[in-house]
């Protein structure tokens, strides 16, 4: 398997040409850092804490520590139900990865609650993924999102394995707001700050990717929803300390989404202690650091309206383009052409195919992740997320060092994919895989 993947490919989704991008947008958090095992579990743990000690949870959650195996990205969680599963591109639950708490769902169970295994549209997440105006699931996109999952499912387990009555959508929202608060009450970033080699990854590719950039002549902006001295001190780790010099235009605490489609909110600079100034900006200045703002007002003041810009992030909803892992996925189709034969030596062997065809399920899908499998496909479908990622990103690649193996000309061309009706059948074989049925239906 490994042998089919190229760890430093870029893969594309639209056929696109780096000759035509003037100009390089970056999201920070794991987009231009990359951060160590021990922030998710610093995460969990914080949010765990407030939870008991702001929020009046039970002691004995304490217990439970971050699994960094347990969940993974794109997963949708039940709101109203307390669950979390993984879905396909067309809405259909996969089956064995419906989990309550720590425990699998049994699949006559989850069948018996959706009426089936399809999640009909009026109850997905909307179109940033949350559960609002009457959707009921809520989709976790990115990284960060991982301490929030395992999180949601420990306290879920507390709570089912003493049999305690409570509403799932209390909890869930106690779990949000604390999660949120280990970022907002800066608890992360003092903690990161405090230790940076604990919990950053040193990456001196970074450097090289936006150096040759610059040496290119491209344009670069950096706009992250994180603060101005927790930035500042994360890429004089990794890059330097005249990180500045490399980009045009810096922009903290954007607030994204709400950057990207909010136009009443205008840029204010932040001075070299932190402190926001009150001047009115007629012009995004190089070596600056700006707060907030708005798209409309960037493209404004920085005259790049009608440029070509190719913008990096982690985030499906909130940026453009995302980091991800390798999709991989198994063909079979020999059963097909078995299921005309009725007489009882071919249908056990097609028993036999169906079960190994079952037991290699399971073995692909622990290659990935022991509870949900893989990022980018269930059983036979692409994932919710990666149809998503499909909709909203150009390309995707596993960071962004991968960029240093591609010429600053290169052009990306998306492999075409065969629909299933150009895809080789069973009913294309040898007229012989169709006898049986048809000496049947002439003899009726």
Known sequence: MSNLLNPDAIFSNN???LSDIEVYGFDYDYTLVFYSKHLHTLIFNAARDLLINEHRYPMEIRKYEYDPSFAIRGLHYDVQRAILMKIDAFHYIQLGTVYRGLSVVPDEEVIEMYEGSHVPLEQMSDFYGKSSHGNTMKQFMDIFSLPEMTL????????????????PVHLYKDVKDSIRDVHIKGIMYRAI????EKYICYAEQTRAVLAKLADHG?????????PSSFVDKGMKYIVGKDWRDLFDVVIVQAEKPNFFNDKRRPFRKVNEK??????KIHKLQKGQIYKQGNLYE?????????SKVLYFGDHIYSDLAVRSLFPISLSWDRRCALQVHRDVE????????KKERKEMREMTKSFFNAQFGSLFRTDQNPTYFLRRLSRFADIYMASLSCLLNY???????????????ELPAWSDGPPSFRLPLLQEAQAK
């Open 15 to 17: 056929e696109m040409s």
């Open 152 to 167: 949601l499912s420990c306290v879920n387990e507390y709570f089912l394995k003493n049999n305690i009555d409570y509403e």
């Open 193 to 196: 700050e405090a230790d940076i």
């Open 218 to 226: 491209k344009k670069m902006f950096l706009i992250t929803n994180s």
């Open 274 to 279: 932190g402190v926001l100034l009150w001047d």
């Open 298 to 306: 960037f493209l404004k003041l920085t005259g790049w309206r009608g």
């Open 346 to 353: 071919s249908q056990l062997v097609l028993q036999e195919w």
């Open 407 to 421: 010429d600053v000309n290169h052009t990306f061309y998306p492999r075409r994919t065969p629909l299933q009706h």
